[in-house]
Structure formats: structure tokens, C-alpha cells
């Protein structure tokens, strides 16, 4: 059964393969077949691998499958193959069965839409890219798989292309990512020129056998692969294209930068975290992102109009929280929390995207309400997502997976109180934000009506997220609820232990915390945003209060300060070079076939004299040529 | 018969031809721009018959009879074509008839 | 009969002279045919007496005589004296005749290193004519023929008149 792995991957690329070369001569049920289906295909395939990965794990917990030798140049050999252990079954579980219940939402929301079978095609192609990146058993067939899926990315933000902004927004989360991708191709470079070869299992052993703690090489690496993760997953300095990707269909940032894309980097983290604990500094600095980015984003989430962009930046503060968990050590938490995330966050923006169409393409929250009459499933599904994100106690898997992460940072070796504060504070935002956009859109007196309710295509995935949102925490349960750490165990085999300072008598204390903070941050939204609108508006518009508005509207003005920093001076180098010597020869190249062209032009005048005069000229210069020389 | 330099003949020829270039060049009128190329061909035989004369061969003169054959055929289709001219512009201007230019 | 050749040859450039500076076309048409004349006298002296008779016959009595036909049937009037008079303004010469001038000089400047070769050393007759041309350029006379029928079709064709291809609605 493990020899299927091959699939995984396969039956999405063939998928696109099919919809590009025929998918605009096919119906549109054909289309969402073979779209849906081969993601379908994929997921159940992933799901016969995972099964027999479970009840008879392969030796040393690791298959791996050579699909055929990639290049060969001098003694580099990459080749085509995948390998499956606990971390990439999750990723690959997570992946294909997610990318198939937004296949299925999307096969019935963008049924109107006239590039039908062109969406299905790129969306078959990132999920190939996707599963690709996760199953590959070395670091340059994940390169691949990584920048696979920033194509796919840039295709589907600009899917509407002809609106201008998009083309826009596409290329700004292009470039920005290609920066991170810039930096990771070169730690890639250092990596192989150190340790001679890019297969994951054997540059893992080398590294921990060649490279001390904390020395020059490992830190390089490690910060140069870093810079490739923050520019994926839309960390700081790197976050700002996430806003604006919210241009594409909303299947497609429900796919792409919610659940999986952007948790790439994440992925990469975790995949190479020997590297990473070889370099504690850096190991460091994954935290300090994780917690300022949380922080930062979650503040901006707060001040938003577009429920896209609050779920956009409420992405970029969870991913904060899973860099935060890897940076303190806590591998399995962070991706135990991506495991929730995806659920609940594909959740949150399927339903979202449910009210936008329902609304002919509202985005505007204040604009919204009341919304939880008219479209019911909607609304206890989009409940159960905030809760889930808001991590409600006990009963939502975000709880669990965000507590976890929380007691790691105060308690593991590598932790601190300080990170642990932020999470608390991120955690109070989280819960304020997300309910202020559930109280926003399904409370409150409705403002417009809804034209459609969604059929069954919509309404299954919706209510299997919904489920898996609730449930999907109890298979890490923590001591004092239950012990049943059956995640991590399971992850055991590939990501070790975080490596604890103890104190596990005070979890209980810590998950009340939590706990506390959670319905507090809920009572809040409450206050502010259904009972005493008035408090919140008056404070807004305090000059202080205005200004902070203003600032975290525009997400802590990073876009201001790149475009003064790289942008502006780049275009005006750019225009200074525009006239530059260079390009005066190339204009005088034009400028003299211009000239000639317009003398010679001028010898056409049409007049049977002339040419004649021209013959007589001709036949007396040749005849004097013939003569004289 | 004549004892002439061979020189001289061509001599004439040349400028009979030029003569009759001039006056390709500068008249308007079409019939006068058909009449200078007769001149010219009438040149270019002179020419033939004088240097066949010096070799004592006819082929000078077999030629001068195609070149005559030649001005023939040409003259005819060319008053055709001065005809039509003259139909559909009214004038035999041979400047009119310059839109194929630029 | 060395004189004869340069008298004729003088009466030649002169009446050519007249036929490219005449308005008139009928005055320029019989300019032509003395140039002709004198020409064939010239064929005489050099000892062709053969194409001096198709010289007057053909390119005198026939193509000549075309252009007399063509001239009658324009009907042109004394209008068309007037405007001739205004299309050969003075400031038109000086250009083709430089060209001319460089012409002759060229061929003066070629005919400087030729040696002094002597023409119309002998009569060549028709008979002598006649077997070259139907022997070793019987080809020529065959294509010449071709080119005969090719001028009597095209010159067939063209001459149509237009306002019977107006009636046609062809344009």
C-alpha cells in the first residue's frame, strides 16, 4: 500500500494536465469531476498510505520512494524521491483532505465564474506543488515544490486579472516571497557546499556530526533558511503581501493562505530542526518573530473593515504562534496548532465567502448583519471556526493546540516569560477580533439581505470543517485533561521532545489562564461591539485613539516603509537609468533606421521621370566604375 | 562604302541616345516621352549596324531587325497604355499617374 | 562619301533636337521622321543597304505613321500647344542635360582608347542578311515572333475603350 505514495502527488498534477489541455472544450460538472475528483483521489490515497503507515509503521518510521534520478553534475545527484514519515503523513493528511473539501466548496461557489476549468487546473497544480514540497526527501525537489506553489499563489490572487489590482496584489506577494525564496536558495547553496549533499535524513546526521552549537555555519544556514520560511509564511519583515492577497476567490485564500501555503515555512522549520537547534540564536530569533508578528498582526486585525483581511491577518498572527512554538522548541505543538489552524481557518474563510457572494460581493463588515437568520448553516459553522480560533475551552481543538503552545513557552528551556505574555496578549486580541467580526456580520440588525443560500457542495464542507474543528483537539489531550498526548507521540519519531525546565504542576494554573483570557477577550467583543457600540466608536475617536486606528489599519505602516525604503528609490534609479548612455545608442540605433527610412522613403515619389532619371544616374556611375577603375 | 571611323559612328549613336534620354527626362507629355524612347532605340541600332559593318558580319544588322521588332510591339502596347491615360485622366500628364509613392 | 555620312549624321542630331524641344506633336512627329531618313542614309553609307529600306518602311512608315494615328485620335487642339509651353519650362533642362553631358563624356572618354578602326568596308546585302538570320538566328526570329503576338494582344487588350468596360461595370 506505501508504494502508492507516488500518487499522492501525481493525481493532482494529471489533474491539471487534463483541465489545461481540454478542461475549455468540457462542461462545467465535467470540469468540477475531474478538479474535485482528483483531489478526491489524492486525499483517499493519502488516507490507504496513512491507515498502513499507522497499524504496521515501516522500519525506523521512515518509507521512502525513488521516483528516478533527477540530474547529475559532477557528484550532485538530486533525485525525484519521496519520503514518508510522521511529520510529512500529518502534512500530507492535513493537506489533501482540506484542498479537497475546498474543492468541493469551490466546484459550487465559483460556478458562475467564467475561468472555471482554468481555476480547477492552477488549484490541481499548486495542491500537486503542495504535496510535492511536503513529501520530498531532499531539499531541492522541496525548492521545487516551494516555488511551485508561489506560482500557483501568484496565478490564483490574479485569477480576476483583468482588474488591474489584482495583477497588482499577485505581484506583490510574488516579490515579497521571492525575497524569502532568495535567501533560502542560498542557504541551500551553503548547505550543499558544507555538507555535501541536500537529502534531508543525510544532511541532518551530517550537520550534527559536523557542526558544532553555535558556530558561524550552522547559523548561517539556519537564519538564510529562516528568511525563506518568514517570506512564505508571511511573517515579519516579509508579511505584508497577505493583506493584499485577499484580491483572489476566496476558495483560494482559504486554500492557499490559510491551511497550506503559508504554512510552508513552518513545514521547512520543521523538517530541518536539527539545523535549527544547532543554531540557538537563530532558534531565538524564530521566536521573537513569531511573538512580535502575533502581536502586530493581531492589533491590525482588530481595526479591519474587509472580513478577508481580518482573517488575513488573523492567519499571520496563528502562523505567529507556530513560529513562536518552534522557536521555543516545541516542534509537535506548532504542528499540532497547524493542524487546527487549517481546519478552523478554512473554515472561517469558506464561510466568509459564503456571506460575500451572498451579499453580491460585500466585503464591507459594517455593511454587514444579522446574517444568522438568513443563512443558518453558515453561521453555527462560522461560530464553531471563532470559537475554535478564539479557542474557546474544552470544547474547540484551538484551544488545545494554543494552550499547548502557550505552557511550552513558559516552560521549555528555551522559553520565557516574556513569550509567554505575548501569547497571553495575542490570545485576549485573537478572541476580540474574531468575535467583533462574528458579532459584526451575523448579529445586529441586518443591513442587507442575502440573495442565495448555499447548496450542498457548500453546505458538507462547511460542516465537516465544523467537526473536525471541535474534534481535532482530542487527540492531544494535555496532562491535567486527560493525558492523552497521542500527537506528539506520534510525531515522536521524527521531532524530539521539547526540552522542558519543568514546572508541570503549575499547567493547570497556565490553562485557566488561558482559559480566562479567552472568554474575557469574548465578553469584551461583546461589550464593545453589540451592547455599547458607543464606547468603542467614542474611543476611536479620541486623537490617540484615531491615530493607533489609523496605524494599525494599515498594518503598522510596513508597506509605507517599504515603498520609501526599497521601492521609491528603486523606481527613481530605475528612471534616472531610463535615458542613460546605454540606452541613447539603442535610441540611436531606432532614431538612424527612422532617418534612413524617411529618405528613402522620399525617393519613392511615384513619377516614371524620376525613376528614369535614377536608371540614367545608375547605368553613368556603373559605366564611370567600369571605366575609371 | 564609306570609309567612316568606327569611332565617330558610335560617336553619334551616343548622342542621338543622349538626346533622346534628355528627352525622357524632361518632357511631360506622354506621347513626347514615347517618341524619345523610339529615339533611343533608334540609337541603339545605329550603333549594331556600325560595329557589325567593322567586323563585315550582318549579325549588326540582323540585330538592328529585332531591336526594330522589339520597338514595334513596344510602341503598340505603349499607345494602348497612353490611350487608357488619356481616358481616365483626361490629360496625358504622366505626372498623374504617381500614386504609388511614399 | 565620307562628307555624306557627316552631313547626315549632322541633320540627324539637329532634327533630333527639334523633336525633344517641339510643342507641337505633329511638328515633332515629322522632326522624327527626318531623323530617321538621315539615319537610314547613314545605314546606306556603312554598307546596309537592307536595313536602310526596313529602317523607312518599318520604323518611318509604320511606328511614325502610330503615332500620327494616335495623335489624330486625342484630337488634341491648340490647348494642348498651351499647356506643353507650360510644362517645358526652362528650369527643367539643366538637370537631364547634365546627365546627358556625362553620358557623352563617358562614351568620348571610352572611345579615346579605341583604335582607328575603319566601318563600311563592304556591302552586306539582304541575301547575306537573310541566311544569318534564318539560320544562325532562327531562334531569335521565332521569339521575335512570339513577342509580335504578345505586343498585338496586349496592345488588343489595353485599347479598349473605357467607357465600353464603364458599361460592363468593370473597372
Partial sequence: MLELLWLIPTLPFAGFVALALIGARLSRTKVALIGVGSAGLSAIVAGLVGFRFLLSPPPGHLYSQTLWKWMHVGNFMPEIGLSLDALSLVMVLVVSWVSFLIHLYSAEFMVDEEGYSRFFAYMNLFIGFMLTLVLADNLLLLYLGWEGVGLCSYLLIGFWYKDPANGRAAMKAFIVTRIGDAAMAVGLFLIFTHLGTLKIQELMQRASEQWAVGSTLPI??????????????????????????????????????????????????????????????????????????????????????????????????????????????????????????????????????????GLHGEHDMFKMGGLRRQLPLTFWAFLVGAASLSALPLVTAGFYSKDLILWQAWSSKLGSPWLWGAGLAGALLTSVYTFRMVLLTFFGEAKAQVSRSPGVCIGIPLAVLAVLSVIGGFVELPQTLGNLPLFSEFLHSVLPKAPDQGGAGSLLLFQVLAAIVSLGGIWLAYLLFL???????????????????????????????????????????????????????????????????????????????????????????????AVLL | MALVLMRHGLLLAGILFALGLVGVLVRRNLLFILLSIEVMLNATGLAFVVAGSRWIQPDGQVMFLFILTMAAAEVSVGLALLLQLYHRFKSLDIDAVSRMRG | MNGLFYISAVVAILSTVMVITELNGVHAL?????????????????????????????????????????????????????????????????????????????????????????SGIQIIGPKAVGFSLFGLYLLGVELASILLLAGLIGAYHLGRRASTKEKEGKT
Fill in chain 1, 220 to 357: 548561517a544556514a539556519a537564519a538564510l533558511l529562516l528568511g525563506g520560511a518568514v517570506g512564505k509564511s508571511a511573517q515579519l519583515p516579509l508579511q505584508t503581501w497577505l493583506p493584499d492577497a485577499m484580491a483572489g476567490p476566496t476558495p483560494v485564500s482559504a486554500l492557499i493562505h490559510a491551511a497550506t501555503m503559508v504554512t510552508a515555512g513552518v513545514y521547512l522549520i520543521a523538517r530541518t530542526h536539527v539545523l535549527f537547534s544547532l543554531a540557538p540564536a537563530v532558534q531565538l530569533i524564530v521566536a521573537l518573530i513569531g511573538a512580535v508578528t502575533l502581536l502586530l498582526a493581531g492589533c491590525s486585525a482588530l481595526t479591519q473593515r474587509d472580513i478577508k483581511r481580518v482573517l488575513a491577518y488573523s492567519t499571520i498572527s496563528q502562523i505567529g504562534y507556530m513560529f513562536l512554538a518552534l522557536g521555543v522548541g516545541a516542534w509537535s505543538a506548532a504542528i499540532f496548532h497547524f493542524m487546527t489552524h487549517a481546519f478552523f481557518k478554512a473554515l472561517l474563510f469558506l464561510g466568509a465567502g459564503v456571506v460575500i457572494t
Fill in chain 1, 531 to 625: 451592547r455599547h457600540r458607543h464606547y468603542a466608536e467614542n474611543l476611536v475617536r479620541t486623537p490617540l485613539g484615531r491615530a493607533l486606528h489609523c496605524f494599525w489599519l494599515g498594518g503598522w505602516s510596513f508597506d509605507w516603509l517599504y515603498d520609501t525604503l526599497f521601492v521609491q528609490p528603486f523606481v527613481t534609479v530605475a528612471r534616472l537609468g531610463k535615458e542613460d548612455v546605454v540606452d541613447l545608442f539603442y535610441q540611436g540605433v531606432a532614431r538612424l533606421s527612422r532617418i534612413l527610412h524617411s529618405g528613402l522613403s522620399a525617393t519613392q515619389t511615384g513619377r516614371v521621370r524620376w525613376y528614369a532619371a535614377a536608371i540614367g544616374i545608375g547605368a553613368i556611375v556603373t559605366i564611370g566604375i
Fill in chain 3, 30 to 118: 515629322l522632326y522624327m521622321i527626318v531623323s530617321l531618313f538621315s539615319v537610314a542614309l547613314i545605314f546606306f553609307t556603312l554598307g546596309a543597304p537592307f536595313v536602310a529600306a526596313l529602317e523607312v518602311i518599318i520604323y518611318a512608315g509604320a511606328i511614325m505613321v502610330l503615332f500620327v494615328f494616335v495623335i489624330m485620335m486625342l484630337n488634341l487642339g491648340p490647348r494642348a500647344v498651351a499647356q506643353e509651353r507650360q510644362w517645358l519650362s526652362p528650369k527643367m533642362w539643366p538637370g537631364p542635360a547634365l546627365l546627358a553631358l556625362a553620358l557623352i563624356l563617358e562614351l568620348i572618354y571610352i572611345l579615346r582608347r579605341g583604335s582607328t578602326v575603319l
